[in-house]
């Protein structure tokens, strides 16, 4: 698996959410009913044989049936994951997981009714003997059968998911075929955005309140990342790590627009966050962008890493914003290319020896004009 189609997954996921839902459900349940239909088969092959039926058994109907319920299911489940996983996002997992039990059951219901119908509309192509016509008998036999692997299935593709979630869109696949076994070198712009002044909102907050501050900054933060195809590395107490191709990140310079969209989305929010917290929070970041190692670390708990230079001059610029009172700092690596925008102002700070290293990195603030 190539990084193009990591590209296209997570592009697809940021920019239209409910269709990627909708395509992954229709993909893994149209798997799903064909490799059931199939088994169905190739059982009742064996059967006719044991007992020297003379019947003849054709799957095209079954596969046809299969494919439809797939659609059919498919769509109606992910338009259902897109919606609750917006809605009940504050909820606990076990609200969210009896709501998604309650919909998907009244679906499947929905669904096999449909399945039904047609199959009693199409069964003279199924089976080709006027004595083994479908019966309601049968299609209660069936439906038994088919509900039971069908929540099997649930499980699998609700466990798949999570997995998703966890790893970000358009890598799972990859890590199946072991793409990050090894290490690899990628080319990747990195920014380390932190909360100013965290140490005095925890202190006038207190614990529970300023964690739930983090919380909320961050789902912000992730409200508006389709728009710039912003990957999130990890978070990291209040700072949050995110990630760009070169591609994705210069293009319409979206690792720089991000960080004036996310502080213009939490001045949107200005009256909430202040009858909330009694403040309006700010975040100050920094960019770097240049070569990184990239590997699936771990055993007992498994992620995928960045090495390098990279990651670690990005962090070390970051801890200067303080320093040099700026919002927003980049390294020369980035100057290239946003030198060349017109909405966007370059201005030179200063050339400093960041800790650990041999060589000046010059650093440079970048104003929206």
Known sequence: ???????????????????????????????????????LFFTAKAITSLFALNVTIHNSGNMFVGFITAIAFGIILGIIDYYIDRKFRRKSFGIEFLVKFILYTAAWFSVTFFARTIGFALQAQFIQNPLLNYSNEFFENIGLSSTIYTVVMIVIISFVKQMNTKFGPGVLLPMFFGKYRDPRVEERIFMFMDLTNSTSHAEKLGHIKYSELIQNCFLDANRIMQNYFAEIYQYVGDEIVLSWTADEGFKNYNCIEYFFAFKNYLQTKKKKYEEQFGLVPEFKAALHFGKITVVEVGDIKREIAYHGDTINIASRIQTLCKTYNQ???????????????????????????????????????????
């Open 1 to 39: 698996m190539n990084t193009d189609y990591t590209i296209r997954a997570r592009r697809m996921a940021l920019r239209h959410p409910l269709l990627s839902n909708i395509f992954t459900q229709i993909f893994f349940w149209i798997f799903a009913f064909g490799f059931y239909f199939t088994l």
């Open 327 to 369: 919002n927003l700092l980049i390294s020369e690596s980035l100057t290239d290319v946003v030198s060349k925008s017109d909405k966007h102002k370059l201005t030179f700070i200063d050339d400093v020896l960041l800790k650990g290293k041999t060589e000046k990195v010059k650093l440079y603030t970048v104003e929206k004009i």
